[in-house]
């Protein structure tokens, strides 16, 4: 399903860059909507661009409009809790719904805005492996893993507001899908490894053996690439074989050398018995959902290139 016009939200981040420029290889017209304006002397040349507020109907009508967009990439957000926490002091920067308001009214704004336009035929959306539960665990307690690997049936359970704003997210869009018929896509992003800090990442890790009870906290040890999200999110617009609703893992590999399951027996010896029968090295959560309907293969991972290298 070749579409000609794109919006991307969060046109001023950095993984909208990636994006957008995977997007102008294969010849899509793009525009970019965000609250902050880019340095022209730094944004890709030939974008229109869309300043406006996510939260905000009349400007998320505007940027659809101006862009003719007929599929929206949504990646704006704020990536993380902004609520204050006993026990975890910090400075406060923001208001302390901020993340609610913003991730889960914003999306909530972009779709109801995308349904009044006929020429809308898909949203993909930058949802989070947070969404599970693997945020910040508030509770003081590890994330309760159910089997392995951790594909997309397995259940959410978030505690931080980030993390509760990406499932909300994922919900809107089912709901808009289904009842206005818009195709929707969820990429569960892993942390985004950047190529331009490739010296602040540890690849080839071979762990030593630890007393843990329970699931992972915040970290399963896996990344994704930004251009391996860009070739994601290129891919589910294009797709028309899709489920109306659809979620995928978006991962780029592990950091651990050794193989999964001795990997767990290491890291996280509760979880042993359900990782007896992993084979590789991808890790706790998988992407094979992603790889067997979209076709996705990564390109950047540690493992077929030299870490050091761009």
């Known amino acids: 399903m070749k579409m000609k016009h794109v919006l991307v939200t969060g046109g001023n981040g950095r993984l909208a860059r990636y994006v957008i420029e995977h997007l102008l290889e294969k010849d899509y017209r793009v525009t970019g909507f965000d609250c902050t304006v880019p340095d022209p002397a730094n944004y890709p040349k030939g974008v229109q661009f869309v300043q406006g507020d996510l939260v905000s109907l009349e400007d998320c009508m505007r940027a659809i409009s101006l862009s003719e967009a007929e599929a929206i990439i949504h990646l704006a957000a704020i990536p993380y809790d902004t609520e204050l926490n006993p026990g975890q002091p910090k400075i406060q920067r923001l208001p302390e719904d901020e993340t609610m ?15 009044r336009f006929k020429h809308v035929k898909t949203v993909a959306f930058a949802s989070s492996y947070y969404a599970l539960g693997l945020g910040r665990r508030l509770s003081g307690t590890p ?43 969820a990429f569960r992003l892993q942390g985004i490894d950047w190529p331009f800090r490739k010296d ?30 860009a070739q994601a999110f290129a891919l589910a617009i294009e797709a028309d074989h899709l489920d109306r609703f659809e979620v995928f893992h978006l991962l780029t590999d592990s950091r651990h050398v050794e193989d999964t399951k001795d990997a767990v027996a290491k890291m996280w010896p509760d979880l042993t018995g359900m990782a007896a029968h992993l084979e590789g090295t991808e890790g706790l959560i998988t992407a094979k959902k992603l790889r067997d309907k979209l076709g996705y293969k990564p390109m950047y991972s540690w493992r077929n290139q030299n870490p050091q290298s761009n």
């Open 101 to 115: 308001r913003v991730n889960t009214m914003g999306t909530f704004y972009l779709m109801d805005a995308a349904r």
């Open 200 to 229: 602040d990442y540890k690849y080839g890790i071979t762990f030593e053996p630890r007393q843990h009870v329970g699931g992972p906290v915040v970290t399963t040890y896996q990344y994704v690439d930004p251009r391996d999200a």
């Open 143 to 185: 994330f309760q893993v159910d089997y392995l690997p951790i594909d997309e049936e397995h259940p959410n359970r978030p505690e931080d507001t980030y993390a509760l704003s990406k499932m909300l997210g994922e919900h809107i869009l089912e709901a808009y899908s289904r009842a206005y018929g818009i195709r929707a896509v």
